[in-house]
């Protein structure tokens, strides 16, 4: 089992920044892939950006070039810079890891940019 635990939501203004984190706990594999999800009321879930044990990225077209997603292996921890952010980015954001076919999910931590 593996437990995900967000932190560095809050309230920002447009044009701020916010850095989130995703530590995880328990068994935890050398291969994986760690992502940021997004859901913002009324909307699906949608990705936001990914990185694999590798070090390969992904990232959603709307967050291309203000987000960034880093890893630390050491601290098994995982983390989203968002710079620029704008009100559309308003959202929980969830932290969700797969590795050896089981997917877990963190609790989520709100996102809100004010304009």
């Known amino acids: 089992q593996v437990q995900l635990v967000e932190s560095g939501g809050g309230l920002v203004q447009s044009g701020g920044s916010l850095r989130l984190s995703c530590a995880a706990s328990?068994?935890?594999?050398?291969?994986?892939?760690m992502g940021w999800y997004r859901q913002a009321p009324g909307k699906q879930r949608e990705l936001v950006a990914s990185i694999n044990s590798s070090g390969s990225t992904n990232y959603a077209g709307s967050v291309k070039g203000r987000f960034t997603i880093s890893r630390d292996n050491a601290k098994n921890t995982v983390y989203l810079q968002m710079n620029s952010l704008k009100p559309d980015d308003t959202a929980v954001y969830y932290c969700?890891?797969?590795?050896?076919?089981?997917?877990?999910w963190g609790q989520g931590t709100q996102v809100t940019v004010s304009s």
């Open positions: 969700r890891r797969v590795a050896q076919g089981n997917v877990y």
């Open positions: 328990g068994r935890i594999s050398v291969i994986y892939t």
